[in-house]
């Protein structure tokens, strides 16, 4: 009988987008749950997974993951592949059931994939140590419109660090914030908290589809890019803090950031 849970991060976009060390673990599993509420892998159906692993995909709803104990206990007597999309890691709910797995003896194994933390950061041409808290947007929805993630984005400003903002997935909605909504929801937080975090012309980037072939970044002000095409879902946005001259650059050139920018270094 053979007992081990297998977690793999498939990357940000395709089925070509793990490891070959995770691909091939993953076709040796008995049983493969995924879960794609905390991201969707970009352009890729679970048929095209099912293709490229030889493996039925079982595909888990939230309450299934965090309330049901259907992967710890097939993982007993099992070989349990679990995937997601980025990297497997980077949910709390997973590191639950890698802390579950060890606590009942189960063989374990994590396959790291490409993550939104590091690849955003890399197509915008930041420097990823210079990142504060990264928070989440939720959909404002019956009036809810929480002030945290404003709060820990001025405080990240404060200390001249860059924020990453995630953008709320409702996957069994098929609803997936847009940058022009978060752009909104960070107006009205504004308009609402007035601490400063967004003026007229606050520098900000918006990058859509990280990880694809159709990959697009954007820096500008917010009623620019407010008015821009920005592409398809998924999509982040970054409030950059203090900039290294390269930092500037690299906005310019890959983002299409305003040369006002560095002019004064031209």
């Known amino acids: 009988m053979t007992s081990e849970l297998i977690f793999a991060g498939l990357g940000l ?16 599993c008995d049983i493969i749950f995924a879960e794609f509420y905390t991201s969707i892998l970009i352009g890729t159906s679970v048929g095209d997974l099912e293709g490229a692993l030889g493996k039925k995909v079982k595909v888990l709803h939230r309450a299934q993951v965090e309330e ?6 097939s993982a007993r007597t099992s070989r349990v592949g679990f995937i997601t999309a980025g990297d497997t890691m980077s949910a709390t709910t997973h590191i639950d059931l890698l802390i579950q797995a060890a606590e009942e003896g189960i063989p374990t194994n994590v396959y790291h994939g490409v993550s939104i933390f590091s690849a955003c950061p890399s197509s915008l041409g930041l420097q990823p140590y210079k990142f504060g808290r990264t928070v989440t947007l939720p959909f404002i929805d019956d009036g809810y419109h929480p002030r945290s993630p404003y709060d820990h984005l001025v405080n990240n400003k404060k ?52 990880g694809s072939d159709d990959e697009k970044v954007f820096a500008g002000y917010p009623h620019d890019l407010l008015r821009a095409d920005l592409g398809g879902p998924l999509h ?9 001259f390269m930092e500037s650059y690299a906005l310019v ?14």
Not at 13 to 28: E, F, I, P, Y
Not at 253 to 266: T, V, W, Y
């Open 68 to 73: 049901d104990d259907i992967i710890i206990r």
């Open 253 to 266: 050139h890959l983002a299409g950031a305003p040369r006002s920018l560095i002019e004064n270094d031209d």
């Open 159 to 210: 200390e001249g660090l860059h924020s990453m903002v995630l953008l709320d997935i409702r996957a069994d909605e098929m609803r997936y914030m847009t940058a022009h909504q978060a752009i909104e929801w960070l107006l009205e937080a504004e308009r609402k908290w007035g601490c400063g975090l967004i003026a007229h012309d606050t520098l900000i980037c918006a990058a859509s589809r990280i």
């Open 13 to 28: 976009s395709g089925t070509d987008g793990m490891t070959v060390k995770a691909l091939n673990a993953l076709r040796g």
């Open 236 to 244: 982040t946005i970054v409030i950059p803090g203090h900039l290294h």
